[in-house]
């Protein structure tokens, strides 16, 4: 619930609110890697527009084998990053079809 409300604060321009959930989201994963965290982090910087820091956690997403990753294709934050070739190449690494 973290991830989702930190991203509607995103975007809704209330970036300070977002950031202070993404940190307790942040704080969370050290401590447990339990309900995908780094998957969830990456959706926060997707909605807040910070592509390169949403493919660094999608990158830890992948290697924390976030059970989340199923969503990777359909989840609605991260939309934005479609076109990218990282995103295809993340698609293609975690074994969807084209």
Do not use: C
Not at 27 to 53: C, H, Q, T, W
Not at 71 to 85: M, N, S
Request: negative net charge; glycine residues 2%; aromatic residues 14%.
């Amino acid at each position: 619930m973290l991830a989702w409300l930190a991203s509607a604060y995103a975007k809704n321009q209330q970036k300070d609110e977002a950031f202070v959930l993404l940190e307790e989201l942040k704080e969370i994963r050290e401590n447990s890697l339990a309900g995908s965290p780094s998957f969830f982090i990456a959706v926060i910087y997707s909605a807040m527009d910070e592509k390169d820091l949403a493919f660094q956690w999608l990158k830890k997403s992948y290697d924390d084998h976030d059970m989340e990753l199923v969503w990777l294709k359909t989840e609605p934050q991260l939309y934005p990053l479609y076109d990218d070739p990282r995103f295809i190449e993340l698609v293609e690494k975690v074994g969807f079809p084209n």
